[in-house]
């Protein structure tokens, strides 16, 4: 089967049968519009060998889901964009439907083969850090404040953060390139920091440098950091688009993974009646190529349902023909006290990230980064984190300040 599946949770508006609205998405997103066409007709009607078929449609919950097939042919192949025009475009727009939600899409291997994927993925991400073979769960951290901080001062909370045990550390997506703290200097200062940090502790830590830019430089932005020494970089895949993580992992100078972000979601995965689901995002970010992708935490400060945070991390791990599986990020409002809430439902080939619950430990940036290895440490030894606090004084501060979950 060659064919895209997508499916779709929608409500009609009063007055219209869900057989009328399904058949009214699949004709606006196929060979169809509001009306008959004079430009259909028997000389013509080869095109309806490119017509969307509804599966089918069943009730739930106010509403109904379909399934709908669109044709393999409709599809230029290897345009992300393009496979978003017809499976997320104008539907969301018709006026019959009270609201409608890409739910998910089963990409068929010849659209999604075009694509390499990821070129280190959850494996590769280990090897880098050395956990290949003790697979325990990734703690990583956001630099806070996350505006405002020079590059030197980047630089400190970074080495203070890969001292205290972090794997990864990121740039918050508002940082790019300001003047006040310019990429490339930044990229220097932490490079420096992680590097004097690795001679005392023998770990590689993963920086991953925000190069979201606009299309035109994002690509010479990657190469220019990775020559300069990034070992990770990281892009927001809703305001950049695919095209830029599909131009980063393409480009064969990019020699490091890539981390995406996904900042801006919530305005379109937050209505479960009406939007697009994290899931579909993470497929298509897995095809163009990202190493890691944040979708969520179940005991964090950004929502969503636990249901779907395990479905789209199945989604990045499972197999999927050779395209290699992604390194799922819990992040947003994360601390040591809610670490075994996360391992204990997300499972441990995870990465965990924690900003300010890291930088908002009572000693500071080490210590809060000690704690939420800490608090891995316990999770991974059996142990509550309250127990393993008894003998660990930067977990039993963190406790002190944010509780357990
Ligand atoms: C987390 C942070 C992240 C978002 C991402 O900071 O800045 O950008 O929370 O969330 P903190 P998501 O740890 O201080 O909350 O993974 O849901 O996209
Ligand atoms: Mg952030």
């Not at 490119?50 to 379909?66: A, C, K, Q, R």
């Not at 280190?120 to 703690?139: F, L």
């Not at 009406?274 to 095809?287: C, D, E």
Request: hydrophobic share 40%; aromatic share 6%; net charge negative.
């Amino acid at each position: 089967m060659n064919d895209l599946i997508a499916t779709y949770y929608f409500r009609p508006k009063s007055g219209v049968t869900a057989d009328f609205a399904a058949h009214a998405i699949s004709e606006e997103q196929t060979t169809g519009t509001w009306t008959d066409l004079c430009t259909v007709n028997d000389e013509t009607a080869y095109v309806h060998a490119y017509d969307g078929e509804v599966l089918e449609i069943s009730p739930t919950d106010g509403g109904f889901i379909t399934k709908i097939r669109y044709p393999y042919e409709i599809f230029e192949p290897g345009n992300i964009p393009q496979y978003l025009s017809v499976i997320a475009g104008n539907l969301f727009g018709l006026g019959k439907l009270e609201g409608v939600r890409l739910l998910d899409i089963d990409i068929p291997s010849q659209l999604a083969a075009v694509e390499t994927g990821p070129k280190y993925g959850i494996d590769g991400v280990r090897k880098i850090v050395g956990t290949e073979t003790s697979r325990r769960p990734h703690v990583g951290t956001i630099i806070k404040p996350k505006v405002g901080l020079s590059p030197l001062d980047t630089a400190k909370v970074a080495y203070e953060a890969a001292i205290g045990g972090v794997d990864l550390i990121k740039d918050d997506e508002t940082l790019t390139d300001q003047k006040f703290c310019p990429l490339m200097k930044r990229l220097d200062a932490v490079m420096d920091a992680l590097n004097d940090a690795e001679q005392e502790t023998g770990r590689k830590v993963l920086y991953a440098l925000n190069v979201t830019t606009g299309g035109d430089k994002i690509v010479e932005a990657g190469v220019n950091a990775v020559r300069a020494g990034a070992n990770m970089l990281m892009v927001d895949v809703l305001t950049a688009g695919f095209s830029a993580v599909q131009a980063l992992a393409r480009d064969p100078a990019i020699t490091v993974p890539i981390h995406v972000h996904r900042t801006m979601h919530g305005a379109f995965t937050r209505n479960p009646h009406h939007g697009i689901a994290m899931r579909p995002i993470a497929k298509l970010v897995r095809i163009c190529g990202g190493d890691q992708l944040h979708t969520g935490t179940v005991s964090g400060k950004m929502g969503g349902s636990v249901e779907e945070v395990l479905s789209d991390n199945k989604s990045l791990t499972e197999r999927f023909g050779f395209v290699r599986p992604v390194f799922p990020v819990a992040s947003g409002g994360l601390h040591p006290g809610k670490v075994h809430a996360e391992l204990a439902t997300l499972g441990t080939d995870i990465v965990l990230q924690a900003g300010g619950g890291i930088h908002g430990h009572p000693d500071g940036t080490r210590a809060g980064a000690c704690a939420m290895r800490q608090a891995v440490d316990a999770f991974l030894a059996g142990v509550s984190a309250e127990e393993y606090a008894k003998t660990h004084t930067e977990l039993a501060q963190a406790l002190g300040k944010w509780g357990v979950k």
